[in-house]
Nanobody, 117 residues
Framework: QVQLVESGGGLVQPGGSLKLSCAAS????????MSWYRQPPGKGRELVAL????????VYADSMKGRFTISRDNAKNTVYLEMNSLKPEDTAVYYCRAVRGSRYEFWGQGTQVTVSS
């Protein structure tokens, strides 16, 4: 069955770094656009970054540009989110999403990232 399993979240001090991973199984990973979303406490879910399936083009939300890097390893069916210079406002549950066309959409269960001193 389809699975997206995020890992790598945790507690980090302001200015620190974390690298999230999302391991995929049960579908043709390389043909899917992969993205990371986040949901801060009491707020809605928002796009963090995405990476395309064909040419690995990346798109970032403005507040993440220059601090976050999304990448994928199709041989390992894994997408990553490297986060640097973390701020308290980056505290959120981070979700992995896989999309292909308008028919296929899968979500992971999320991983908590807390930025606090």
């Amino acid at each position: 069955q389809v699975q997206l399993v995020e890992s790598g979240g945790g507690l980090v001090q302001p200015g620190g770094s974390l690298k999230l991973s999302c391991a995929a199984s049960g579908f043709a990973f390389s043909s899917f656009v992969m993205s990371w979303y986040r949901q801060p406490p009491g707020k809605g879910r928002e796009l963090v970054a995405l990476i395309t399936s064909d040419d690995d083009r990346t798109v970032y939300a403005d507040s993440m540009k220059g601090r976050f890097t999304i990448s994928r390893d199709n041989a390992k069916n894994t997408v990553y989110l490297e986060m640097n210079s973390l701020k308290p406002e980056d505290t959120a549950v981070y979700y992995c999403r896989a999309v292909r066309g308008s028919r296929y959409e899968f979500w992971g269960q999320g991983t908590q990232v807390t930025v606090s001193s």
